[in-house]
């Protein structure tokens, strides 16, 4: 029997332990269907996972990130990257926002939904990703509890492309299947607010009424690649339909700035414009 000095064995355990508490404090992923996602039957391809991008999504899921339960606020946040329906900018315009809020008391979660532009891609942006966006709302709302979240503080904000699902979540929702199998399926899809970062998508192909929740909207003047009449139009869309909005034009930022620790004044500044709007609104009250 081969005897280990005293000082080597508590370096053991004290590297065992530190190992565990660093696997814990993993975020989580959650499936968003047990089974194949609806539209997805028989695709079984791996995701490709580069810098900075996921593609190849065919199990669409969400990632968590948690605040701890002396600051958890009640509120939850869906986060949807961007990338043209092409791929996910995971960390700028996911991981990063993630992390941000959960810092400050907001239960975060990383929307990988399914891309719609990829090479052979037969999905689409309003019946696929927009399905796995509702599903993320249902979702967080059945695990509530689970989660130290408020049911009726549930949002989805997204960037670019995100921007466009989110918009989608904002505006085409439904209170849920009481009869369906699924007790998922029974809630609600309407967030209770949603946010749209330079969003890539026409207002024109969206339908605001009275019922659509209150919107926060941020774009850069100089953005080049998605006009900031864009955000400029969604706005006085909401503001004529009597919806609750609030907006933020930066001088400079281009586009895809995202959260980056390169980011500069004032664009930089926008998690925090974002924190105060949710708190102006009422969603940031302790549960």
């Not at 404090?25 to 039957?41: C, F, H, M, T, Y």
């Not at 490709?48 to 509120?75: C, D, F, M, Q």
């Not at 961007?82 to 959960?102: D, F």
Request: a positive charge; aromatic letters at 10%.
């Amino acid at each position: 029997m081969k005897l280990f000095p005293a000082r080597l064995l508590v370096s053991l355990v004290t590297m065992t332990v530190s190992a565990f508490a660093f696997a814990a404090d993993e975020p989580q992923v959650i499936r968003l269907w047990s089974g194949d996602a609806p539209g997805s039957e028989g695709k079984t391809g791996e995701e490709i996972v580069g810098t900075n991008r996921v593609s190849n999504i065919h199990r669409p899921s969400i990632t968590a990130y948690l605040p701890s339960k002396e600051t958890a606020t009640g509120a939850a946040v869906i986060v949807c990257p961007g990338g043209g329906h092409q791929y996910l900018a995971i960390e700028h315009e996911g991981y990063n926002v993630a992390k941000w809020l959960s810092e400050h008391g907001i239960a975060a979660f990383v929307l990988k939904y399914r891309l719609a532009r990829e090479p052979g891609s037969t999905y689409k942006v309003e019946v696929h990703a927009l399905a796995d966006a509702q599903r993320a709302i249902r979702t967080i709302r059945s695990r509530a509890q689970e989660w130290n979240v408020a049911p009726s503080r549930v949002g989805i904000i997204g960037f670019s492309a995100g921007g466009g699902v989110a918009a989608l979540a904002g505006t085409r929702f439904d209170n849920g299947n009481a009869s369906a199998t699924d007790p998922v399926e029974r809630l609600s899809s309407r967030p209770d607010f949603f946010g749209l970062f330079y969003p890539g998508m026409s207002p024109e192909t969206l339908t605001v009424t009275r019922n659509t929740p209150p919107c926060f909207l941020v774009h850069a003047d100089n953005d080049r690649t998605v006009p900031v009449d864009r955000s400029t139009t969604f706005y006085t869309m909401l503001n004529k339909a009597g919806v609750s909005a609030e907006l933020h034009i930066y001088a400079s930022g281009g586009h895809g700035f995202g959260l980056r620790p390169t980011n500069h004044d004032p664009v930089a500044t926008w998690p925090t414009r974002f924190q105060e709007w949710l708190d102006d609104r009422g969603f940031l009250k302790k549960k």
